[in-house]
């Protein structure tokens, strides 16, 4: 552990918190991309299949948080909260993110195993999740503060573990070049919405696009 | 902490 992937996992959990907070208080998914929610679903659940075979009191711990509260955001979404969404503006086509992961997680695993494909899969569909919620904030043009804080703290996370690999690799050499490659490529995928968050909802005005 | 592996990240 260091204090970069500490912070980031801290800025996954607020994340977390901000959208569960901005559902339950406004009593509303408005602005919110189903099919992202849903991808993030699927990311924890191929990800952290060795829940069942191994035991660390931190990443256990936070792999149950990431399960069940991407489940009960789902929940919310499907049930209590579903008048509030608009399916005919989450239109992002998946299935081209879940192929384009599978294809790469079978052609290019760490091991031929199941649980080291599905984790293969789940590292680069995480890297591209974002783009259902980042194509509909690109559709309307425009966004709740609310929302933008949520996207902000879920790049932040994984910006910070880019640090956090350099910090492991000067430290213990160790690399992991996947994680490496599908965690900048999913914070260049955030750096255009950061730009704007950094030069307009900072500074207190709305988050429209240009 | 143990040996270092990628799956000791989230």
């Known amino acids: ?210 | 902490e143990a040996k270092p592996s990628r799956h000791d990240e989230l």
């Not at chain 1, 792999?63 to 009960?72: D, H, L, R």
């Not at chain 1, 999740?129 to 425009?142: D, E, H, K, N, Y």
Request: hydrophobic share 50%.
């Open chain 1, 1 to 210: 552990m260091n204090i970069f992937r500490l912070a980031g996992d801290l800025f996954h959990l607020i994340s977390i918190f901000i959208l569960i907070h901005k559902m339950t208080t406004s009593k509303s998914c408005s602005g919110i991309s189903f099919k992202s929610q849903a991808l993030y679903l699927l990311v924890y659940v191929t990800r952290y299949l060795d829940l069942f075979w191994t035991f660390a009191l931190y990443n256990s711990t936070m792999k149950i948080i990431f399960i069940g509260s991407s489940a009960y955001v789902l929940h919310l979404m499907t049930g209590p909260f579903k008048p509030t969404h608009d399916p005919n503006i989450d239109t992002f086509k998946v299935r081209y993110l879940i192929g384009g992961a599978a294809i790469l997680a079978l052609l290019f695993p760490y091991k031929w195993t199941p649980a080291e494909v599905l984790w293969t899969f789940s590292i680069w569909l995480e890297s591209v999740a974002i783009l259902p919620q980042l194509f509909m904030v690109q559709r309307t043009g425009a966004a709740e503060t609310i929302t933008t804080h949520y996207i902000f703290a879920l790049g932040a996370y994984r910006a910070l573990y880019i640090p956090n690999w350099i910090y492991r690799y000067l430290t213990s050499t160790f690399w992991d070049p996947l994680s490496i490659i599908a965690g900048v490529i999913q914070t260049v995928l955030y750096s255009d919405f950061f730009y704007i968050y950094y030069t307009k909802v900072l500074q207190g005005r709305k988050f429209e696009l240009p």
